[in-house]
């Protein structure tokens, strides 16, 4: 179901339900929606990924600045985690 129709069968905006859709398939794809927790590292990068022995989330930001890579911090990282 694409965003356009799943965004219409659920009563949001077409952005509303890509996101959606973007998070349960990355919930499936990893087998849980939780977040990451313990020590969590970030890097700002256009290109790649790091990985230090646990679960990498990869995400793309309209715009890099704190306040939109704080926010995807925020929503991928548990409250407490040394990042």
């Given at each position: ?38 020590t ?33 911090i ?9 990042v």
């Open positions: 179901m694409g965003g356009r129709s799943l965004g219409r069968a659920v009563g949001v905006t077409q952005k509303t339900a890509w996101f959606m859709n973007h998070r349960i398939r990355l919930a499936m794809a990893i087998g849980t929606f939780q977040k990451l927790s313990g969590a590292e970030t890097d700002e990068t256009y290109i790649g990924g790091l990985e230090r022995g646990g679960p990498v989330v990869a995400t793309v930001l309209d715009k890099v600045s704190a306040k939109t890579v704080q926010a995807s925020r929503e991928w990282v548990e409250s407490g985690s040394t």
